[in-house]
């Protein structure tokens, strides 16, 4: 079906502009929608017939619907295009005690959702996870599944297809998404879980004109994604933005990658935890969410903790800074919850070291909820479809 559709363009330009074309106009629906024929052709700079041929093939191809018709000045109904919600993807979040397991459309909207318990054996999750992506697969039947994208807690080669590093999920080198293709026939793409966050902010977020950000993440460790002249940055073995494992002091305290007083060790959740303990003689499994609401319930113990962990956020952030001049810097994680404890902490120390010729960034707490990774996936399975080529 699509090539006959795609018959139909030959001679009328080269196939390099004839799938530039396309791409532009798929990507025009899927940010505008709902969107007219004759807007795209305007807003494209194409001509109207070239849109509308585009058109017909991306309703063949089931990529695109049409309706509802729209009302305009002097009797015009358009009809409006937008994408197929029936085209959809897996979205899979792993991280040190769960992995989620979600189902979203094509435009980014989470259909279901379901949470399995992390193993520490690599092999008992890839398994759990095979399973409850078999079930989805299973309970949706009348819709096309684009393919799984799954989130990482660690740095995965995509040459050699292995996870290369992941001090907080201590698993193995091992292939995790070959074992995946195999059980479901599906395409799988593996992501590190601060790059998933860029895509997501680039995506869906449509941050795509700022062409230099990074996204940290904070939870039990710290991860960056690095997007440098409007591209990711994986770097060799995949291992780019582990700015988390560069000590602060190489005196302080052991960090799961084995070394010493990374900055991960003093500005993560974990890290404020520990220091919420060495205030006090207490010692229970308080999570951070428990840290951040004694806070809030006038713990003074427990704001002085946080205020050591932003203090150290932002002078972790002065590497990135000077390393990399971003635009933006986009926060993810629980401490968003808590902005005012940690935003103008951060960027005062960010302020405090910025080059002469240099700029504090802007700083971007993610109220995500838990969201940006999953987010992340479905833009790293979709984006192979709409030529974005953010992680060529
Ligand atoms: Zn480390």
């Known amino acids: 079906m699509a090539a006959s559709g795609r018959k139909q ?24 929608h709902p969107i007219s024929r004759a807007d795209l052709a305007r807003v494209s700079g194409l001509q109207r017939s070239t849109v ?7 309703i063949e191809e089931r990529w695109v619907l049409e309706g509802p018709t729209g009302r305009l000045p002097r009797g ?10 029936e085209r959809v993807i897996i979205a899979v979040d792993i991280r040190p ?8 459309d094509a435009n980014g909207k989470f259909i279901s959702q379901e949470i399995i318990a992390t193993a520490s054996d690599p092999k008992v999750t890839i398994e759990g996870l095979i399973q409850s992506i078999l079930r989805l697969i299973k309970s949706s039947r009348h819709k096309m599944i684009e393919g799984v994208g799954i989130s990482l807690p660690g740095r995965y080669d995509h040459k050699v297809d292995r996870l290369v590093f992941a001090p ?8 995790i998404r070959n074992p995946i293709v195999q059980a479901t026939g599906l395409d799988v793409e593996v992501e590190n879980a601060a790059n998933a966050c860029v895509l997501a902010a680039v995506w869906f977020d449509h941050m795509e004109e700022c062409r230099n950000l990074v996204v940290v993440t904070v939870s039990e460790g710290i991860g960056t994604g690095v997007w440098a002249n409007g591209q990711l940055v994986r770097g060799l073995n995949g ?5 988390g494992h560069v000590p602060l002091d190489p005196n302080g305290p052991p960090c799961g990658c084995g070394g010493h007083g990374c900055w991960e060790v003093f500005a993560s959740n974990r890290a404020a935890l520990r220091h919420y303990f060495e205030y006090s003689s207490e010692s229970s499994d308080l999570t951070f969410l428990d840290l951040l609401s004694r806070a809030e319930n006038g713990d003074k113990r427990a704001a002085k903790a946080l205020e050591t962990m932003a203090h150290y956020l932002g002078r972790g952030m002065r590497m990135i800074v000077a390393g990399l001049a971003p635009e933006r810097i986009i926060l993810v994680g629980e401490l968003t919850r808590a902005w005012h404890r940690f935003g103008s902490i951060i960027e005062g120390e960010v302020a405090d070291q910025v080059l ?33 080529s953010v992680t060529s």
């Open 356 to 388: 002469p010729g240099g700029c504090v960034p802007c700083l971007i707490p993610a109220y995500e909820d838990g969201m940006a990774r999953l987010r992340g996936t479905v833009a790293l399975i979709m984006q192979k479809d709409f030529g974005a």
């Open 168 to 175: 907080n999920l201590r698993w193995s080198e091992i292939d």
């Open 76 to 85: 015009r109904r358009p009809t409006f295009l937008r994408l197929n919600d």
């Open 52 to 58: 509308s041929l585009i058109v017909e093939q991306l």
């Open 239 to 243: 291992m780019a933005g582990e700015f």
């Open 9 to 32: 363009f030959q001679g009328a330009s080269s196939e390099v502009v004839r799938d530039i074309n396309r791409r532009i106009v798929l990507n025009l629906i899927r940010t505008r």
């Open 97 to 104: 005690t769960q992995t989620t397991v979600a189902l979203a």
